[in-house]
């Protein structure tokens, strides 16, 4: 999929006209000029989200292209209180730094 995404970027867009939750954008940034494009000519908000696991190179990559266009979140693990006894072993908690089961 990511070799499809740098090779044809528009027509790997095209198959999402519903919008997507794409990982790892960093990855291809090959797509930001084209997701510009089409957000520009659509009115639905959050058609696509983009996640990725290096905060700096994706903010150096889309700073202009899609400038205007975003939104950022920053996800967090989850408090103790919204894991509660899902992991009763403290070790695991710990281990885990607070995310959830892949």
């Known amino acids: 999929m990511r070799t499809y ?20 954008v960093q990855r291809t940034p090959q797509l930001f000029s084209y997701l510009q494009q089409i957000l520009d000519e659509s009115d639905k908000k959050g058609l ?10 994706l903010q150096e990559s889309i700073s202009q292209s899609l400038a205007g ?8 693990p989850l ?9 009763p072993d403290n070790n695991q908690l710990i281990f885990k730094g607070g995310y959830p089961v892949l």
């Open 5 to 24: 995404a740098l090779e044809d970027p528009r027509g790997f867009l095209s198959n999402y006209p519903d919008g997507a939750v794409l990982d790892e």
């Open 48 to 57: 696509f989200i983009l996640t990725e696991s290096n905060n700096f190179i």
């Open 69 to 76: 266009r975003i939104g950022y979140l920053n996800l967090l």
């Open 79 to 87: 408090s103790l209180e919204e894991i509660g006894k899902l992991e």
